[in-house]
């Protein structure tokens, strides 16, 4: 097993701290009693700090298993740890001044930090296209069933960016042509499959971890990832058809 870098135990320790800081957000809906629902609620840092803070850590852990140059990967890592902190305290100091993160262009500010966010989720799909693409182009490392585990995982988290970006640039739209609030509505058939799309990369190379401490045959644990990566395509083939009916 290898020994953590500092720039790995530097990204895992931002993504926890992500994580607690989604966690102490739940504490203060809880205390302040306002709305988790709608464009200006304590809903978005307490899951996207949940989120991004998970994903940091486990696209710290799973791109161990490519194989790409040390200089390189760390180089990633260190960037998209820093975009992953820009976008959760853009989106907590929203839900602190009680204006929507995304999409709102109303002052010279809220305009800056949404276009900040909106450029951050580029930078965000930049990298995590490259950790993807390695993982097809030589067969990552690992246990019995992690290579097809990682390679589904980037393969759907990649239908989670997709997903996001299209929630984005329909927000976008919709606010340039005078449509507000509607933009702040459009996003709502998309984010079943960004949501079920963006933890493949953490669940299924998890499974394949989980099942080499087992004493189940190669064979078996393959089988068992193969099975499970197909679970977690119909899942995300049911909310692609969700948001399609819906949209």
Not at 14 to 40: E, I, M, N
Not at 110 to 135: E, H, K, Q, W, Y
């Amino acid at each position: 097993m290898k020994i953590p870098r500092p720039a790995e135990r530097l990204c895992q320790a931002t993504g926890l701290v992500l994580v607690l800081s989604g966690l102490a957000h739940l504490v203060v809906f809880a205390v302040d009693s306002g709305p988790w629902d709608g464009p200006v609620s304590w809903r978005k840092p307490v899951t996207f700090g949940l989120s991004f803070g998970v994903t940091l850590i486990a696209v710290t852990w799973v791109t161990s298993y490519l194989r790409i140059g040390d200089r390189l990967r760390t180089v990633l890592l260190v960037v998209f740890a820093a975009d992953c902190v820009v976008e959760v305290g853009g989106i907590t100091l929203q839900a602190w001044r009680r204006v929507p993160s995304h999409l709102d262009m109303e002052t010279p500010f809220d305009t800056a930090v949404s276009m900040t966010l909106a450029v951050g989720g580029g930078v965000l799909v930049a990298l995590l296209t490259v950790f993807a693409v390695a993982s097809f182009r030589h067969r990552p490392t690992g246990p019995a069933g992690m290579p097809l585990a990682v390679r589904s995982g980037f393969a759907v988290l990649l239908v989670a960016l997709a997903s996001g970006a299209a929630m984005i640039a329909r927000g976008v739209v919709l606010t340039r042509t005078g449509h507000q609030e509607a933009a702040y509505h459009s996003t709502a058939p998309l984010k079943p499959l960004h949501g079920v799309s963006l933890h493949a990369v953490l669940v299924l190379p998890l499974l394949a971890r989980l099942l080499s401490r087992t004493s189940r045959s190669e064979r078996v644990r393959e089988r068992i990832v193969t099975v499970a990566v197909g679970c977690y395509a119909a899942t995300v083939a049911g909310a692609g058809m969700w948001a399609v009916l819906t949209y």
